[in-house]
């Protein structure tokens, strides 16, 4: 799969710049991709693209198969002849270095129910079939999808599992009349991933043009409060009154005295392989019709996962449930060939893991923030890689490299600056040059770290709540000059791929 010299950036939709209060699928994106060509990078790799619920965190979705609408491109919207430059005066003009969440969706609601019903009244006879053949489609997720979304709504935001007995329990007449009286509000919903998925199948087209690979991100579990949750209960552990039997977390570890309690429901992986893991094959048919790669979260649950008994206070009390291990990849495999897969394997791993990840070649990542801690034994340093897997200079869970080396004890600063042979200065220069450098196949760059930014523009502190994933790049951040420095390295270090020559 990914078995060529090759590199990229790690850099989420909302982080581009622009003038909206978030980052976008419009020209932002298609500017970006220019940089990528630039600096001859071949992959750029984002977070998951769902619409978000609490804390704005795209690893907790109402959907894992919904785009988020919140990146859909107002510019666009106008070139589409559904809005008109006047209407957007409305939204946050703001290019400060932080996603406006709260101000950006407060705007965008009333702009978006405009350009809806514009499309209702004046959409051209092709534009109409197209929605009808997104709509067809998509229809094993797209119509509970909308009518969640809608049920919420009236509803006040509310999470499904406390709704009415009939709505939550999906009893079909009740069901039937909520569509009924929520017809347009389900239309619109609908039609908002009818633009989502027009205006990242045009980001995506381009960068192929421009030979850049997208690698996407699905998180192993999904949201407590979401539509697959709310839609197909059958297919994870919820008791008669659908609350969950188990929840997933991680145990106590040297980071925590508790453990991690995640609260998301778990899979009922027996169900799952009665019907060769239906729900999972249209999962990953959905993320592989949006990108080329695809990371899975918390890969190690496929081996075994700890499950924590509904209602604790913490994730002491779980206990390792072994997974559908090898039998779940064979049965993806079966049905999609070769799958493009990114094993997010860190942490302490187990040989069972290590053999999942490996019998289908998946490769592996590692960290090189990880790689220089005095106070335990690692695999993360450069000398221990095997081809096969990603070297990250940080990931988005990571302090920014040079937060991190701030941060770092003495004795690991000294570690990293005679690793490297380098100097404090440029510090994110010398770990992105050691990533280049390494034997990995793929070496990926967070933008923040390319930028050399510190703390303060961290994506995300797990364990935390607020005040995540609001990090944005600047107007000027893609320069030339940035480009060439990273498109010298990848030269350098042979991470262009390389024509085929021809024989006479």
């Not at 919207?77 to 430059?85: E, N």
Request: net charge negative; charged share 25%.
């Amino acid at each position: 799969m990914m078995n060529e010299r090759a590199s990229g950036i790690l850099l989420h939709p909302t982080s581009l710049p622009g003038k909206y209060g978030i980052g976008t699928l419009g020209k932002a994106a298609f500017d970006f991709i220019d940089f990528l060509t630039k600096a001859k990078q071949q992959y750029w790799q984002i977070l998951p693209l769902g619409p978000t619920g609490f804390g704005d965190s795209p690893y907790q979705c109402y959907s894992a198969h919904a785009g988020n609408p919140d990146l859909i491109d107002p510019d666009l919207l106008v070139k589409y002849g559904l809005l008109t430059q006047d209407d957007l005066k409305s939204q946050p003009q703001s290019d400060d270095g932080q996603v406006l969440y709260e101000k950006v969706q407060k705007a965008r609601l009333p702009l978006l129910e405009k350009a809806y019903h514009a499309f209702t009244a004046n959409a051209a006879d092709l534009d109409k079939l197209a929605y009808r053949n997104f709509l067809k489609g998509h229809a094993s997720w797209l119509n509970d999808y909308a009518l969640f979304r809608s049920l919420k709504e009236e509803s006040g935001n509310s999470p499904w599992y406390t709704w009415e007995a009939d709505l939550k329990f999906r009893n079909p007449e009740t069901l039937k009349a909520a569509e009924i009286r929520l017809a347009e509000k389900t239309d619109f919903h609908k039609f908002l991933q009818f633009v989502f998925f027009k205006q990242w199948t045009s980001v995506k087209d381009y960068a192929k043009k421009h030979k850049i690979k997208i690698i996407g991100d699905i998180p192993l579990y999904i949201s407590p409060d979401c539509a697959d949750a709310w839609a197909n209960p059958g297919v994870f552990e919820y008791d008669k009154d659908l609350n969950p039997i188990r929840v997933g977390g991680v145990p106590p570890d040297y980071f925590s005295e508790t453990g991690q309690l995640w609260g998301n429901p778990l899979f009922n992986w027996e169900v799952m392989k009665n019907d060769n893991y239906k729900w999972w094959i249209e999962r990953i048919k959905t993320n592989l019709s949006l990108y080329d790669v695809i990371r899975i979260d918390h890969f190690r649950g496929f081996a075994a996962y700890w499950a924590v008994p509904y209602g604790e206070a913490t994730a002491i009390n779980g206990a390792w449930i072994p997974g559908p291990g090898k039998d779940f990849f064979k049965a993806l495999l079966n049905e999609m060939g070769k799958l493009p897969i990114i094993a997010e394997d860190l942490g302490v791993m187990t040989p069972e893991v290590e053999d999942l990840r490996d019998s289908f070649g998946f490769p592996g990542m590692k960290i090189l923030e990880f790689a220089f801690d005095s106070s335990e034994e690692n695999d993360y340093i450069p000398y221990s890689y095997t081809k096969n897997c990603i070297v990250y200079t940080g990931t988005h869970d990571n302090d920014t490299v040079v937060g991190w080396f701030n941060k770092a004890a003495e004795a690991d600063k000294q570690q990293v600056l005679d690793y490297i042979n380098c100097t404090e200065k440029g510090i994110h220069w010398s770990f992105v040059r050691l990533a280049w450098a390494s034997v990995a196949n793929t070496a990926i760059v967070p933008m923040q770290d390319l930028l050399g930014l510190d703390s303060g523009s961290r994506m995300n502190l797990p364990g935390t709540t607020g005040g995540n994933w609001k990090w944005r790049t600047r107007q000027g951040d893609f320069s030339d000059e940035l480009a060439e420095s990273l498109a010298h390295l990848t030269k350098l270090y042979g991470r262009i791929k390389k024509s085929k020559s021809k024989t006479k």
